[in-house]
């Protein structure tokens, strides 16, 4: 289908939010959030599943998250487990093989440079190796309890779909929705436009039919819609 010519709304975020959140409750939760909810929500558990999802579907990291987590929930116990047998937990990830290294690799920087805490602070986090923007903020917004935006595939496109940013990266996008978007809303946007831009705002051919913030939604470079 071809998109009709609307008149859009004005963005209220906090009605859009609502209305999201309720589309989405029959959804899995975004695999750190769902992490999370089930107890695994230290600096340290939450920078590890993080570095395990990148280019990797959260269907496979959440599981090899769950089985890590269970056997190493600080950086002391993780450099415990025998290399062949944390080889075999994170096969089923993309990239395997880099990030057992990168999991050793930050593992012995927190004991030897942050005193085996793993830190709350920007800078520091992205000076671990692998970690860039998005697993920091998200580390610190939902372990260090920080206002900050976790901008994944999700977020960036579907805010640019709405129109409610112009951002050409992930990058930039981040910098126009903390301009933008309201502090206290900040942790809340990955939770909701990750299972949001996985199963509505899908990204080549989205829902907007059954869209529940289409009125609001100026659709930006959508040429086609179920």
């Avoid at 920078?47 to 769950?66: G, K, Y």
Wanted: one cysteine or more; glycine letters at 6%; aromatic letters at 6%.
């Amino acid at each position: 289908m071809t998109s009709p010519p609307l008149t859009k709304k004005k963005f209220d975020i906090p009605r859009m939010f609502e209305a999201i959140r309720h589309a989405i409750k029959d959804y899995p939760p975004a695999m750190l959030f769902q992490l999370r909810q089930e107890g695994h929500d230290t600096p340290f558990e939450q920078l590890i599943a993080c570095l395990l999802s990148v280019r990797t579907r959260d269907e496979v990291s959440l599981n090899v998250a769950r089985d890590l987590l269970a056997l190493a929930r600080t950086p002391q116990t993780l450099l415990k487990i025998p290399s062949d047998q944390l080889h075999k937990i994170v096969e089923p990830c993309t990239f395997n093989f880099q990030k057992v290294e990168t999991l050793r690799k930050i593992s012995h920087q927190i004991l030897d440079r942050h005193q085996g805490k793993t830190p709350c602070d920007f800078d520091s986090l992205t000076a671990f190796p692998g970690v860039g923007p998005k697993c920091a903020n998200l580390v610190l917004g939902l372990a260090c309890h920080e206002p900050r935006i976790g901008v994944d595939i999700h977020v960036h496109r579907v805010t640019n779909r709405w129109g409610y940013v112009q951002g050409k990266t992930p990058e930039k996008t981040l910098a126009e929705l903390e301009r933008v978007l309201p502090k206290s809303r900040w942790v809340e946007i990955n939770e909701l436009l990750v299972p949001f831009g996985k199963h509505i705002c899908l990204g080549s051919v989205p829902r907007c039919t059954g869209c529940p913030v289409l009125e609001y939604c100026r659709q930006v470079g959508v040429r086609r819609f179920q």
